[in-house]
């Protein structure tokens, strides 16, 4: 439109002539014209956060009650510092929700971090109660094979339940299997001084591999294909 008092061609939809600030008269026979600032639109709401999610809440707690465990520990001055023990529970109880029961991690890495995390757990409980727990070999000896062999089983058991609906378990019962060899590579280096539990560890991951290799091969090597993009 054009401004009546200064004669300018006015080329963006406005009221006010940038000029001489005369008020513009629109003519209604001319097509409209872009505006001359971008419109302004209705801020979206954004979704509402809420702090008491499961997780935190579990956090709350397990603070409270270590608190706790710590004063009455320290407070009844007993010898045996119990309640690192506790701490060490309640803390594997958050890790377990959060990477584990709420997380989008493969079934093998799960299990790998449940089997570290309890190892760590009774490692602690070796040095709290050294003066019960006399033999030291015993958490590589024992506990590191009979844990691996039921991450392994259990693993291996709903795999072959559900294999038809989530072919990706056979994939990492596969690699969890694997990890029942490390026993018996400890006791090849030295680290572990009984046999026994390491080599009946490997048995057991090697007849799961041989099971899934078998019964399994079609599902795994399509799994393994579409991974690895063979």
């Keep these: 439109m054009r401004c009546k008092f200064c004669n300018v061609e006015v080329d963006c939809?406005?009221?006010?002539?940038?000029?001489?600030?005369?008020?513009?008269?629109?003519?209604?026979?001319?097509?409209?014209?872009?505006?001359?600032?971008?419109?302004?639109?209705?801020k979206s709401k954004r979704p509402l956060r809420t702090h008491f999610t499961p997780t935190n809440i579990y956090l709350a707690l397990s603070c409270i009650l270590f608190v706790v465990a710590i004063a009455v520990n320290f407070g009844m001055q007993?010898?045996?510092?119990?309640?690192?023990?506790v701490?060490?529970?309640?803390?594997?109880?958050?890790?377990?929700?959060?990477?584990t029961v709420m997380s989008?991690?493969?079934?093998?890495?799960?299990?790998?971090?449940?089997?570290?995390?309890?190892?760590?757990?009774l490692w602690l409980a070796q040095v709290v109660f050294d003066d019960i727990m006399t033999d030291t070999n015993w958490l590589l000896d024992l506990a590191l094979p009979i844990i691996i062999m039921v991450s392994v089983l259990t693993l291996g058991i709903i795999s072959c339940i559900?294999?038809?609906?989530?072919?990706?378990?056979?994939?990492?019962?596969?690699?969890l299997s694997l990890i029942g060899f490390?026993?018996?590579?400890?006791?090849?280096?030295?680290?572990?001084?009984?046999?026994?539990?390491s080599a009946?560890?490997?048995g057991l991951c090697a007849a799961v591999l041989i099971c899934v290799v078998i019964f399994a091969r079609k599902e795994l090597i399509a799994e393994m294909e579409r991974r690895l993009h063979w």
């Design 13 to 42: 939809e406005t009221r006010i002539c940038p000029l001489c600030h005369e008020k513009l008269v629109p003519d209604e026979t001319q097509e409209k014209l872009s505006p001359a600032f971008p419109q302004r639109t209705a």
């Design 78 to 85: 007993q010898p045996t510092k119990w309640c690192w023990i």
């Design 87 to 99: 701490g060490a529970v309640l803390m594997y109880g958050f890790l377990t929700m959060r990477n």
């Design 104 to 121: 989008n991690h493969s079934a093998w890495i799960k299990a790998f971090w449940q089997i570290v995390m309890i190892c760590l757990i």
């Design 162 to 175: 559900v294999v038809r609906k989530n072919k990706a378990l056979l994939y990492d019962t596969l690699f």
């Design 182 to 197: 490390v026993p018996l590579i400890l006791y090849a280096v030295g680290l572990v001084k009984s046999v026994l539990a």
């Design 200 to 202: 009946i560890c490997a």
